[in-house]
Structure formats: structure tokens, C-alpha cells
């Protein structure tokens, strides 16, 4: 039972933290073509 838990908490884990590249790849595109738009 809490090997699995364990397992399971891990996996969440590495779901945000690839959400979390993901969310800040595209701020990034987002943030760089704004600034070529602005100037």
C-alpha cells in the first residue's frame, strides 16, 4: 500500500514538473514574440 502511494506521488511529480517546463516554454514564446512586436 505505500509503495504504491510512494509511486504514485512520485509520478504526480514528475507531471508538474513537465507541466511546469511546458507552462514556461510557452511564457517564454509568449514573452519574446510580445517584445519583437513591441520593438
Known sequence: ??????SRSRKSGA??????MFALSLLTIAWISFSTMGG
Not at 1 to 6: A, D, I, K
Not at 15 to 20: K, N
Open 15 to 20: 507531471t508538474v514538473m513537465h507541466w511546469l
Open 1 to 6: 500500500m505505500s509503495t504504491r502511494m510512494q
